[in-house]
């Protein structure tokens, strides 16, 4: 699910499922992937350095995707631990 949805790479997705044990994802983790793709979508989007359109809309939909899992992990399906969203 990280690799299809947020564009992680493979060693990045097993190394926290690793650390989290199982299919979830930190907080921590959760936010550092809105925060990049976010920075990167506002280079992208850069008027004075034109760059291919279908990354542009790539990154911009997986930031999406990764603010809203970590919006729906933290208010709406957070665990007692507090520390970590379920992925599936």
Known sequence: MILRH???TQAEAVKNCNEEYGAYISYKAMREY?????????????????QDPQELARVRTACVKS??????????????SNKRIELI
């Open 67 to 80: 603010y809203l899992l970590y919006l729906v992990g933290c208010l709406l399906f957070g665990n007692k």
């Open 6 to 8: 947020l564009g992680v």
């Open 34 to 50: 809105f925060e990049g793709y976010l920075d990167k979508s506002i280079r992208l989007s850069d008027p004075k350095t034109p």
